[in-house]
């Protein structure tokens, strides 16, 4: 069983930056992010396959903005979201799995994911 905990959210204003950390209690494969605002589907915003780090998936709407990251010394996923917009405000997951669900090209899917954290709230104002 592995616990995840992240990080305290926050609010900015539009253009602003952010980065949320995931901390997890043991090594575990697969990694990712999620977001869910209000009313709407839970989306997979980023994800590594930390056994292949070179392998790193983004969803369309943050590419170029978002980037995820991990240091495996101490099992923490992060995430550093720059040139933020309104529409990123949600409230963010941190989600793992054990074997190649953040290898796949179904890595987006929260099916794919076991553990989850408890999310925290990012907000961004315009």
């Known amino acids: 069983q592995v616990q995840l905990v992240e990080s305290e959210g926050g609010s900015v204003q539009a253009g602003g930056s952010l980065r949320l950390s995931c901390a997890a209690s043991?090594?575990?494969?697969?990694m990712a992010w999620f977001r869910q605002a209000p009313g709407k589907e839970r989306e997979g915003v980023a994800a590594?396959?930390?056994?292949?780090?070179?392998?790193?998936n983004y969803a369309d709407s943050v590419k170029g903005r978002f980037t995820i990251s991990q240091d495996n010394a101490k099992n923490t996923l992060y995430l550093q979201m720059n040139s933020l917009k309104p529409e990123d405000t949600a409230r963010y997951y941190c989600?793992?799995?054990?074997?190649?669900?953040?290898?796949?090209?179904?890595?987006?899917?929260?099916?794919?994911?076991?553990?989850w954290g408890q999310g925290t709230q990012v907000t961004v104002s315009s």
């Open positions: 989600a793992a799995a054990y074997g190649t669900a953040a290898y796949g090209g179904s890595w987006y899917l929260p099916s794919e994911y076991n553990y």
């Open positions: 043991g090594y575990i494969h697969s």
């Open positions: 590594v396959y930390r056994l292949y780090t070179g392998k790193l």
